[in-house]
């Protein structure tokens, strides 16, 4: 399985730093069992995919969608415009977006439908906050998120990403270990395989994301589990980003 390393803009960063991260990420070589992809605000697709059109090392993700293809929905930006202007993956269900913008399972379902049928691979984010983790509940929490996406479509034959992401781990500082990251990731498999097939389950990229940085990158992609990283505000650093997919 390729192994994925995705950089998380969040609404952060500018052209300068857009030009800086082409610049740096152009520079590494290209490796067929890895991809690579950041994820600027929407605003900078659009002159990103501009300048990828001198490199193939890496792709564009875009941080969210519209739960409709199109209409009188003000502001909202659809699958196919994404797809359009450069993007390959979308981030869906974040925790953020679940959090701050009250996103129910109900409209994440809706979102990762409108991202396969724009032909975007969503990557559906899923975890749990520190209160659930502290109550044991980590593995119920994300048994309900993956149940409203898959308890009633099997998506045979359409490519989507998991990406495990602990939101206490997110921007703090704190991370799990190796060990609890895999722990967490081998029983997303498992569940997987009882939902879908354990053929399939196999065959689904799960990766981790949660105050990833250099320094702890390398021992998390070492468990068998875990297929790739997202990474937040290591990802606004060249330099550090560049290390992490190297």
């Known amino acids: 399985m390729k192994q994925y390393i995705f950089g998380n803009w969040k609404q952060n960063g500018d052209r300068v730093l857009l030009e800086q991260m082409m610049t740096t990420l152009k520079t590494l070589p290209k490796q067929n069992d890895q991809v690579l992809a950041i994820f600027p605000p929407d605003v900078f697709l659009s002159t990103a995919q501009h300048l990828l059109q001198t490199s193939n090392t890496f792709k564009l993700g875009a941080q969210n969608l519209s739960a409709y293809a199109d209409g009188a929905y003000t502001g909202e930006v659809s699958g196919h415009m994404l797809q359009e202007v450069g993007a390959s993956f979308v981030l869906v269900g974040h925790s953020e977006r679940r959090q701050l913008f009250a996103e129910t399972d109900a409209l994440v379902l809706a979102k990762f439908q409108q ?12 975890g749990e906050d520190l209160q659930a983790n502290e109550a044991n509940q980590t593995l119920a929490v994300i048994e309900k998120q993956l149940t409203a996406i898959f308890a009633n479509n099997q998506y045979e034959g359409q490519k989507f990403i998991i ?24 029983w997303i498999r498992k569940f997987l395989s009882a939902l879908l097939s354990e053929q ?3 065959q689904i990229p799960l990766i981790y994301g949660g105050s990833v940085k250099a320094e702890n990158a390398k021992n998390l992609l070492s468990m068998p589990d875990i297929n790739g990283l997202l990474v937040g505000g290591a990802s606004l650093d060249p330099e550090s980003f560049q290390w992490i997919a190297l």
């Open 163 to 186: 990406a495990y992401e602990p939101i206490w781990a997110i921007g703090t500082g704190k991370v799990a270990t190796k060990e609890q990251a895999q722990q967490v990731h081998a």
């Open 200 to 202: 399939r389950a196999q």
């Open 115 to 126: 991202a396969l049928a724009a032909q975007l691979i969503p990557v559906l984010c899923v």
